[in-house]
């Protein structure tokens, strides 16, 4: 009889120290996933973390270039990380008033497909403060988080061949997404995609598109809409949207 308790508690240790390391593995994976839909982690094909190739005075102008993937996060402070893997392909070096952020790869960009499959170009993490006045990009996809709170969050934008991001949601999830607060975003699109998502407030949206850029509203929030563009320009807006918009559409100067 000896015996078999002791068997017995044998088992229960087996399977006391499955479970645990069960419990343990998921709870990463899940802290792993949680990180990556906040932000922090943009990749879980990431081998590494994340390198922090600068810190400090912030610029008031951001020139992004390359074929890389952005995230711009306001902050009360200026910094920039790139993944660790990718650490030596990506430059950030300030000259004058602007900060520049390149990447090797300049391979060209499609920005008209929807949802592009980015997943194997290295991601930067831009922390911004609100003196940063002029962002422009030059073939990216560019990600922009707002505020968790209604605030001054305010974007400047200049994109070419670039794909942009108001709000950030994936497939069916969006109701399961932190709403993104933006006080004005304008921006000026040059065979460029704009992308509003449906996690996005905006209170004021300006944007000036080429005959070669595009407009996708996701379902956002919009408090007004002010919208330039040109014959051959798409635009893809939802009813309640439409309702706040005002048109203006370009015209060519005369010869």
């Known amino acids: 009889m000896h015996n078999i308790v002791n068997m017995k508690t044998s ?7 499955a479970l645990l ?10 802290t792993l996933y949680a990180r990556m ?3 922090h982690l943009k990749s879980m094909d990431s081998r590494g973390g994340w390198v922090r190739t600068y810190q400090g005075r912030a610029p008031s102008k951001i020139t992004i270039k390359g074929n890389i993937n952005v995230t711009l996060i306001p902050s009360d402070s200026f910094s920039v990380e790139v993944q660790e893997e990718a650490a030596g392909k990506i430059r950030s070096q300030l000259s004058g008033d602007s900060m520049i952020v390149s990447s090797e790869d300049t391979l060209p960009l499609n920005p008209h497909t929807f949802y592009q499959n980015y997943n194997d170009r290295p991601w930067v993490s831009i922390d911004i403060p609100s003196s940063v006045s002029l962002i ?3 073939g990216q996809l560019a990600l922009f988080r707002g505020a968790r709170k209604p605030g001054k969050v305010r ?3 200049q994109a ?6 108001l709000g950030e949601t994936y497939g069916m999830e969006g109701a399961y997404y932190p709403t993104y607060y933006f006080d004005s975003v304008h921006i000026k699109e040059i065979n460029s995609d704009l992308i509003i998502h449906q996690n996005a407030e905006i209170n004021q949206l300006s944007a000036d598109l080429d005959d070669h850029s595009e407009l996708n509203d996701m379902k956002g929030t919009l408090g007004a809409l002010h919208l330039q563009y040109g ?3 798409k635009i893809n807006l939802k009813g309640a949207t439409l309702d706040k918009l005002k048109v203006r559409e370009l015209v060519p100067p005369e010869k």
């Open 37 to 39: 839909k906040a932000g």
């Open 11 to 17: 088992d229960k240790l087996l399977l006391t120290l």
């Open 231 to 233: 014959p051959q320009s």
């Open 155 to 157: 974007f400047d934008i």
């Open 136 to 138: 422009r990009l030059e």
């Open 21 to 30: 390391i069960l419990g343990v593995f998921g709870a990463i994976n899940l």
């Open 160 to 165: 070419i061949t670039s794909q942009i991001w």
